[in-house]
T-cell receptor
């Protein structure tokens, strides 16, 4: 099983450009998440989707939009990229209420905005 | 208010020694889960150990144990007999029963020397 697949793995954008980060999971999980990781800040929740058809803001949603395309796919869009959005982005998935090793993370997308 | 606090930005330990990584949390939810993840320099998120708020015994997984002190709202990770491969970033995270997403602390960088 691939688990959680994120594309692309690396991306360089110019300020003002737009792009969509793709995430797909093959574990039939109900919930999906987008995090960003910055040095010294840990992983911060951008948006999440508790179940297909729902999305909610996390701690740092400004400048981002999301789409839960279907149960498998959850995309993150930057409409007008800014240097402050330079970060490593992680997608994750889980069952609705998960414990133990119930969360699966993608390998991350390293985004640089110049 | 910050829900997960990791006060040690960096920790240094010698091989074969034990080390404790601190984590305190804040929640008013009586039901919650506490997680520890390891992130090596390669960047992937590796699940280590989980403790549910109603679990009577402290969780253990091989060389990892979780020192859960509910009244003090602390969930410290203890790594026994450190190995060079333990050098990594370590994150404490929490899920409240009211939500699905993990909330992370800022992390602790562990360096193990020979």
């Amino acid at each position: 099983n691939a688990g959680v697949t994120q594309t692309p793995k690396f991306q360089v954008l110019k300020t003002g450009q737009s792009m969509t980060l793709q995430c797909a999971q093959d574990m039939n999980h109900n919930s999906m998440y987008w995090y960003r990781q910055d040095p010294g800040m840990g992983l911060r929740l951008i948006y999440y989707s508790a179940s297909e058809g729902t999305t909610d803001k996390g701690e740092v949603p400004n400048g981002y939009n999301v789409s839960r395309l279907n149960k498998r796919e959850f995309s993150l869009r930057l409409e007008s990229a800014a240097p402050s959005q330079t970060s490593v982005y992680f997608c994750a998935s889980s069952e609705r209420v998960a414990g133990g090793n119930g969360y699966t993370f993608g390998s991350g997308t390293r985004l640089t905005v110049v | 208010a910050q829900k997960i606090t990791q006060t040690q930005p960096g920790m240094f330990v010698q091989e074969k020694e034990a080390v404790t990584l601190d984590c305190t949390y804040d929640t008013s939810d009586p039901s919650y889960g506490l997680f520890w993840y390891k992130q090596p320099s390669s960047g992937e998120m590796i699940f280590l150990i989980y403790q549910g708020s109603y679990d009577q015994q402290n969780a253990t997984e091989g060389r990892y144990s979780l020192n859960f002190q509910k009244a003090r709202k602390s969930a410290n990770l203890v790594i026994s007999a450190s190995q060079l491969g333990d050098s990594a970033m370590y994150f404490c995270a929490m899920r409240e029963v009211a939500g699905t997403a993990l909330i992370f602390g800022k992390g602790t960088t562990l360096s193990v020397s020979s």
